[in-house]
């Protein structure tokens, strides 16, 4: 898994030329409420230095362009693998970079985050003002609305024991939006929300669409 590829009162840290950095954060993620459950566990294939990547990026729009991002896109991916298909898999989820010789597994998965971009819209609110000072006195003028979106292509294979592969899939996210505001002092925080929930979805369309292969192997899958 590799990565390929005036608002000055809204956003008061984003035009700064500054930088911030970001964490996997569990309360971004929804409860995994699964639909199955596999008696087998799952190998997802990450090498060290895939875990560690980190992200570093600005928007690709004016407003957040002098401002860097920092995003552990390997730790993010990482985290949210094991918390949707633990949940899936009954044997648990195991990390390596290339198969373990002495592992038992039914499937492997081997995850890849493509073309991450991120960007901020905004949009004059007419029916809320905001008071700003205009040629030295205050004035009630129109708010604006920032509202940040991510991009992202999870590329996946899924391989049996024997090395097949038995998944080959680009999951495109398209345009995400995330949560809108007024006024924050971490805009950068609403990017990574929308990035965690958004690969979580993601995560369980391929839990999804890994249940028809499942489906065939003898006393794998069991449901209600």
Same mark, same amino acid.
């Given at each position: 898994?590799? @990565? ?8 008061? !840290? ?5 930088? %911030?950095?970001?964490?996997? &954060?569990?309360? *971004? ?8 459950? %596999?008696?087998?566990? #799952?190998?997802? !294939? ?9 992200? =570093? ?28 298909? $633990? ?17 038992? *597994? #039914? ?6 985050? $493509? ?5 901020? &819209? ?15 006195? !205050? %004035? ?10 991510? $991009?992202? &292509? ?15 899939? #680009? ?17 950068? =925080?609403?990017?990574? %929300?929308?990035?965690?929930?958004? @690969? ?9 669409? @890994? ?10 899958? *069991?449901?209600?």
């Amino acid at each position: 898994m590799l @990565l390929r590829g005036s608002t000055a009162l809204a956003l008061p !840290l984003i035009l700064c030329g500054c930088a %911030a950095e970001v964490t996997y &954060e569990p309360e *971004y993620l929804a409860p995994a409420i699964p639909k199955y459950l %596999a008696e087998t566990s #799952v190998l997802v !294939l990450m090498d060290p230095e895939d875990i560690e990547y980190v992200y =570093e990026g600005s928007a690709d729009s004016f407003i957040g362009r002098d401002f860097t991002l920092r995003m552990p896109i390997g730790a993010i991916t990482r985290e949210i693998a094991a918390d949707v298909f $633990q949940s899936h898999f009954n044997y648990g989820v195991v990390f390596a970079g290339t198969p373990p010789p002495d592992l038992r *597994y #039914v499937v492997a998965i081997d995850p890849e985050i $493509q073309n991450f971009s991120y960007r901020y &819209e905004q949009r004059v609110e007419e029916d809320v003002v905001e008071i700003r000072t205009v040629d030295g006195e !205050l %004035a009630a003028v129109p708010a604006t609305v920032i509202t940040p979106t991510i $991009q992202f &292509e999870l590329a996946l294979r899924a391989y049996d024991a024997a090395g097949n592969i038995v998944l080959d899939k #680009v999951y495109p996210s398209g345009t995400v939006a995330g949560e809108s505001y007024y006024v924050t002092s971490r805009p950068h =925080e609403r990017v990574n %929300a929308t990035f965690h929930a958004t @690969l979580q979805s993601m995560m369980l369309r391929v839990a999804e669409d @890994l249940r028809s292969f499942l489906a065939r192997q003898p006393n794998v899958l *069991y449901t209600e």
